[in-house]
């Protein structure tokens, strides 16, 4: 039997790691894509003779040539710049837009059908640049957010409560960054909602370090940011999708009025299945959580636009 087929492009942290995770599970396989020479092929030598040992029959190969993509299942982006010291937020933002348009305009060309999933940040930004350069349905272009800062939520939820992770469900809404939107009312331990279990201010304390649960491992690893949990994140999406399991996740999508938003992409509830995204999910929201949201969407709307100011500026220097 053969198995689907996932491209992966970027060899770096959370590239390799996802590869990793697809392969070992038996999921897929796996084509890793790099812009260096070398990187991926490297990488996917080594996965690949990692497998005897796990046993599992799935291919990894490297490549730099998308040629080698086609007919992919599902497509993950993780190429990208990570912002260095003395760049601002501005450079970053026109630099990973400027790769993300390019690496999804020629892998979205030799698999039509694919689903792409978007890791690289600025993630809600990034997954408008994948948007306009696959020209897919809003259905098959999914970012890679809520996931994890909902899984960061749920480890320091276990950890405070003395429970296990399996025991906690979370959901963290709205943009992946400062103004994510965690909702303790519909995040659970057991079933019962963490609402009744934490005083006030010992929710804040974990919603806040949700809030800077990407930034807390940057500053402990001071040279690159965190992977292992993304790749996790991103490796379950892969398998919601390809095993068709109609599962609840949060993901960035491009609203068209749920929530109140319209032609925006922001993360919310979704059910992933074999074509992607088959619903949003709308939940009821309070007047504050809505205000949050909002304010969370207005960010990534300023980022939207600043990101067509930078490219017309680019455009205009280059006469
Ligand atoms: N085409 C293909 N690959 C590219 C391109 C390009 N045009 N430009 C850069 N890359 C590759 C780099 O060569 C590198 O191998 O993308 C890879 C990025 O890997 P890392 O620097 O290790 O970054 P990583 O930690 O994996 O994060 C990737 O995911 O979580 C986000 O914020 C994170 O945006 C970042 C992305």
Sequence with gaps: ?????????????????????IAEAGLADVVLVDIVEGL?????????????????????????????????????????????????????LAKNAGIVRAVVSQAA??????????????????????????????????????????????????????????????????????????LPR??????????????????????????????????????GSAFYAPAASTYQMVDAILNDRHMILPCAVHLQGEFGVAGLFVGVPVRLGRSGVEQVVTIELTADEQTAFDASAAAVQGLVTRMAELAAEAAAAKG
């Design 1 to 21: 039997m053969s198995h689907p087929k996932v491209t992966v492009i970027g060899a770096g942290n959370v590239g390799a790691t996802t590869a990793q995770r």
């Design 40 to 92: 991926p092929q490297g990488k996917a030598l080594d996965l690949a003779e990692a497998a005897p040992v796990l046993g599992h029959d799935c291919r990894v190969t490297g490549t730099n040539d998308y040629a080698d993509t086609a007919g992919s299942d599902v497509i993950v982006v993780t190429s990208g710049l990570a912002r260095q010291p003395g760049m601002s937020r501005d450079d970053l």
């Design 109 to 182: 060309a030799v698999s039509p059908d694919a689903i792409i999933i978007v890791v690289t940040n600025p993630l809600d930004a990034m997954c408008h640049v994948a948007l306009e350069a696959s020209g897919f349905p809003r259905e098959r272009v999914i970012g890679m957010a809520g996931v994890l800062d909902s899984a960061r939520f749920r480890s320091f939820i276990a950890e405070e409560l003395g429970v296990s992770v399996t025991n906690t469900h979370a959901f963290v809404l709205g943009g992946h960054g400062d103004t994510m939107v965690p």
């Design 186 to 223: 519909y995040s659970t331990v057991g079933g019962v909602p963490l609402t009744e279990l934490l005083p006030a201010e010992r929710i804040e304390a974990l919603v806040d370090r949700t809030r800077n649960g990407g930034a807390e491992v940057v500053a402990l690893l001071k040279t």
